[in-house]
Nanobody, 123 residues
Framework: QLVESGGGSAHAGGSLKLSCVASGFASATFGHPCMAWFRQAPGKEREGVAAITPEGDETDYTDSVKGRFTIAKDNTKSTLYLQMANLQPEDTAMYYC????????????????WGQGTQVTVS
């Protein structure tokens, strides 16, 4: 199970930090697959935002968030993070945590496990 938190409302230029806690995974499982954050705005397809390798040594970002968002994970706490800075209205979306990809990817179809999402609204 993946449970996201940390969403909410922010003004343009503000910051939010999302968290995703994994439960029911063996610690080895959490540590091995790649994880990612996706988002889906109303009327749009879900898009990959950021991905990270099991040990956190490699990351990938979609172009629109590079330099503003940072993905990180703490395997000892089975938690994935997304630090979002300089938020813009176009960042408004439901944000989802995903796990299970065998490689570093922002492709939705490569992920097996999904959280329920946390809403981020920027005005």
């Amino acid at each position: 199970q993946l449970v996201e938190s940390g969403g909410g409302s922010a003004h343009a230029g503000g910051s939010l930090k999302l968290s995703c806690v994994a439960s029911g995974f063996a610690s080895a499982t959490f540590g091995h697959p790649c994880m990612a954050w996706f988002r889906q705005a109303p009327g749009k397809e879900r898009e990959g935002v950021a991905a990270i390798t099991p040990e956190g040594d490699e990351t990938d970002y979609t172009d629109s968030v590079k330099g503003r968002f940072t993905i990180a994970k703490d395997n000892t706490k089975s938690t994935l993070y997304l630090q979002m800075a300089n938020l813009q209205p176009e960042d408004t979306a439901m944000y989802y945590c995903a796990a299970g990809a065998s490689g570093l990817t922002l492709s939705e179809s490569d992920y097996t496990y999904w959280g329920q999402g946390t809403q981020v609204t920027v005005s």
